[in-house]
């Protein structure tokens, strides 16, 4: 099995295509949206998480390109390094998938990374750099 996060990038037209329903579909993946900002008539992004055999993954992204929809593979993941952090949530602020928020209780940094889309914004935020983006 294969899991890759992309980020699809909709021309003005092509939102009517029902595009995940078909990928579940026609190529047995499973999709698991983490964001999506699409309206008629704009252009629009979605976010998402595919997973399945690797062949079946690789025809997925030539149906994408095929349809007209652009993407982008995030090949990175974020490492936190906890111990250094002081939990001063900066990086809160910045990320669009709340994939970093604050423990109300606590007050302590908590880091959901299947919800991250691994943007980087959190690393641009952090005084103290313990955030990273690695291959």
Same mark, same amino acid.
């Given at each position: 099995?294969?899991?890759? +996060?992309?980020?699809?990038?909709? =021309?003005? %037209? ?5 595009? @995940?329903?078909?990928? !579940?579909?026609?190529? %047995? ?6 964001? *999506? #900002? !699409?309206?008629?008539? +704009?252009? $629009?992004?979605?976010?998402? #998480?595919?997973?399945?055999?690797? *062949? #079946?993954?690789? /025809?997925?992204?030539?149906? !994408?390109?095929?349809? $007209? !929809?652009?993407?982008?593979?995030? %090949? +990175? ?8 952090? @002081?939990?001063? $949530? /900066?990086?809160? *602020?910045?990320? =669009?998938? #709340?994939?970093?928020?604050? %423990? +109300? ?7 959901? &990374?299947? &919800?991250?889309? @691994?943007? $980087?914004?959190?690393? &641009? /935020? ?8 690695? *291959?």
């Amino acid at each position: 099995m294969k899991t890759i +996060k992309i980020s699809l990038h909709y =021309p003005l %037209n092509s939102i009517t295509v029902p595009l @995940v329903s078909t990928l !579940i579909r026609k190529f %047995n993946v499973e999709v698991n949206i983490l964001h *999506a #900002d !699409i309206s008629l008539n +704009k252009t $629009g992004t979605l976010v998402a #998480d595919i997973k399945g055999e690797e *062949a #079946d993954v690789e /025809a997925v992204l030539t149906y !994408i390109q095929d349809q $007209g !929809i652009q993407y982008d593979l995030f %090949n +990175k993941k974020l490492i936190w390094q906890e111990e250094s952090c @002081v939990h001063c $949530g /900066a990086c809160t *602020a910045v990320c =669009p998938s #709340d994939a970093l928020t604050m %423990n +109300k209780e606590t007050w302590c940094l908590e880091f959901d &990374k299947e &919800k991250c889309l @691994v943007c $980087g914004l959190c690393t &641009k /935020a952090c005084p103290l750099n313990v955030m990273s983006l690695q *291959a």
